[in-house]
């Protein structure tokens, strides 16, 4: 059950890639739609472009094994907070790997 106040965390690695795999799949989408429509998204192209290039980063750094949880908030969170939310229509994907990456996994007690 999803609360307001409560972002969800991934409960394992596979999730938590799966997350960033699909959050670069609506980067690319999000790209396409400016590229379609310049005029009224163009102002958009450079918090794609830093996304994009954040959660490559993050997905890079897991494939080679030296990803770090908790090293503060992912780039792209400032940059968001300057935008429309009808800009980055997966902005709560986007919070839940941020989240994920401060706090960690959210493992389930067994």
Avoid: C, W
């Avoid at 059950?1 to 394992?12: E, G, P």
């Avoid at 009224?40 to 750094?61: H, N, P, Q, W």
């Avoid at 400032?78 to 800009?87: C, G, I, P």
């Amino acid at each position: 059950m999803l609360s307001n106040n409560k972002i969800v965390r991934a409960a394992s690695t596979d999730e938590y890639v799966e997350m960033i795999k699909q959050a670069i799949d609506e980067t690319f989408d999000l790209r396409q739609a400016i590229e379609f429509d310049e005029e009224f998204m163009a102002e958009g192209r450079e918090l794609v472009d830093e996304i994009e290039a954040t959660l490559k980063g993050v997905y890079e750094s897991m494939k080679a094994g030296s990803y770090e949880f908790a090293t503060g908030d992912l780039p792209y969170m400032a940059s968001m907070k300057k935008y429309h939310e009808a800009m980055v229509p997966f902005r709560y994907l986007l919070k839940r790997i941020n989240e994920t990456h401060n706090k960690g996994l959210e493992l389930k007690d067994t």
